[in-house]
Nanobody
Framework: QVQLVESGGGLVQVGGSLKLSCAAS????????MGWFRQAPGKEREFVAT????????RYADSVKGRFTISRGDAKNTIYLQMNSLKPEDTALYYC????????????????WGQGTQVTVSS
């Protein structure tokens, strides 16, 4: 099994920044991808960003390109999401997820999920 724990959420004003962290523990995989997703009230869970296990390839949703940056820590089991220029529409519960294998943007393709961390952007 894999355990994922997110942290770093909070309340921030429009235009502000937050940095989310996700630490993975448990089972390891030779090839894997980690990603960030978010879900606002009444909406489906949506893709935000993803990064390969080696940290050399990333993908972003169009809505966050140029504002958010996904990265991997020195400890390969940790990823981050630096969020800048935050907008009210970024308000959501942010989830960290992991899947064995190559990059994926569909939530259904991820096998392991954290509990989520709330990000609220006030105007």
């Amino acid at each position: 099994q894999v355990q994922l724990v997110e942290s770093g959420g909070g309340l921030v004003q429009v235009g502000g920044s937050l940095k989310l962290s996700c630490a993975a523990s448990g089972r390891t995989f030779i090839s894997y991808t980690m990603g960030w997703f978010r879900q606002a009230p009444g909406k489906e869970r949506e893709f935000v960003a993803t990064i390969t296990g080696g940290g050399d390839i990333t993908r972003y949703a169009d809505s966050v390109k140029g504002r958010f940056t996904i990265s991997r820590g020195d400890a390969k089991n940790t990823i981050y999401l630096q969020m800048n220029s935050l907008k009210p529409e970024d308000t959501a519960l942010y989830y960290c997820a992991l899947r064995p294998g190559w990059l994926g943007t569909s939530p259904s393709s991820y096998d392991y999920w954290g509990q989520g961390t709330q990000v609220t952007v006030s105007s």
